[in-house]
């Protein structure tokens, strides 16, 4: 698995793409290129009434201008090293589609931007989208740097037997145990056992009791999956709970840098209203995120 095509986005005007930058050029293989896009986009300039089409037009080139001369700030403190990076300025609000046909087309191995977050239940910031449907891996990077030496949590589905999951939890490994070489990072694993909150309301069943049903229908399957990757004991995490309460606690206990996780996605207005568990954990986690798409 290389990292030699990386697009970064910068979609929001107050961004400093500096750490963002940053771990791209850390994750990148020797010889890759960063394609750094910059989307910019006005609507009030062109509703004022006051200009004419060809004025519009040069007020537009002049946002684009000074968007670019920002971005040229921005970026060269890093252009001295083997990796080449390219910069674009691009006249757009809809930078989540545009994102995601720029790596329907040009086939990124990586898209890294910075983390906007929002809680409300019908607005769906260019970070969702991504993680519903972009093609390549969505690196979501909080706005601090990376902790010497850090600790990577991969979140696994054991129990779901579904060939498309167990798929994409060997993905989420790799992509897991790449960033782990790359950081000289330690790695774990952790897979939550969903509990119904009806059932242990009643008391019908206790937390101990649902593990045992694990363990009993996916230890053997558990410990093949942990063989494969060579993780110590110490190092796996299985949990009862619900995930994207579990998930969060458990890289916060570990003082994970990176939560790496899949993300398959649910299409319908029940995907906006309950949202996928990668979006859920998202909206509380304070660490880096990498979503893997199965």
Request: some cysteine; charged content about 25%.
């Amino acid at each position: 698995m290389k990292y030699a095509k990386i697009l970064l986005v910068a979609d929001q005007p107050e961004d400093k793409i500096d750490i963002a930058l940053q771990h791209a050029l850390r994750m990148a293989e020797p010889g890759a290129k960063i394609h750094v896009y910059s989307f910019v986009y006005d609507a009030f300039v062109g509703k004022l009434g006051y200009f004419e089409d060809a004025e519009v037009e040069n007020l537009r080139l002049d946002i684009i201008a000074g968007r670019c001369e920002w971005l040229a700030e921005q970026v060269a403190p890093y252009q001295d090293g083997d990796i080449k990076i390219i910069q674009e300025v691009v006249w757009s609000d809809r930078v989540g589609e545009a994102v995601i046909k720029l790596c329907d087309d040009k086939r990124f191995d990586l898209v890294i931007k910075t983390g906007h977050r929002t809680e409300r239940l019908w607005y769906r910031p260019t970070d969702w989208q991504l993680l519903d449907r972009c093609s390549a891996p969505v690196y979501i990077a909080a706005q601090k740097k990376w902790k010497p030496s850090p600790t990577i949590l991969a979140t696994v589905d054991i129990a779901n037997r579904n060939p498309v999951q167990k798929k994409l939890n060997h993905k989420v490994m790799r992509h897991a145990l790449h960033m782990a070489e790359h950081l000289d990072a330690s790695l774990h694993l952790c897979h939550i056992v969903e509990v119904s909150k009806v059932l242990k309301d009643l008391d019908i069943m206790s937390n101990a009791q649902y593990m045992q049903h694990f363990n009993k229908r996916h230890g053997k399957t558990l410990q093949s999956f942990v063989d494969k990757y060579a993780l110590p004991e110490k190092c796996v995490h299985i949990h009862t709970g619900q995930a994207h309460r579990k998930i969060p606690s458990i890289a916060n206990s570990l003082h994970a840098s990176l939560v790496v996780m899949g993300s398959s996605g649910r299409p319908g207005i029940l995907n906006r209203i309950i949202g996928t568990t990668a979006e859920q954990v998202l909206s509380v986690l304070r660490t880096d995120v990498l979503s893997v798409r199965a």
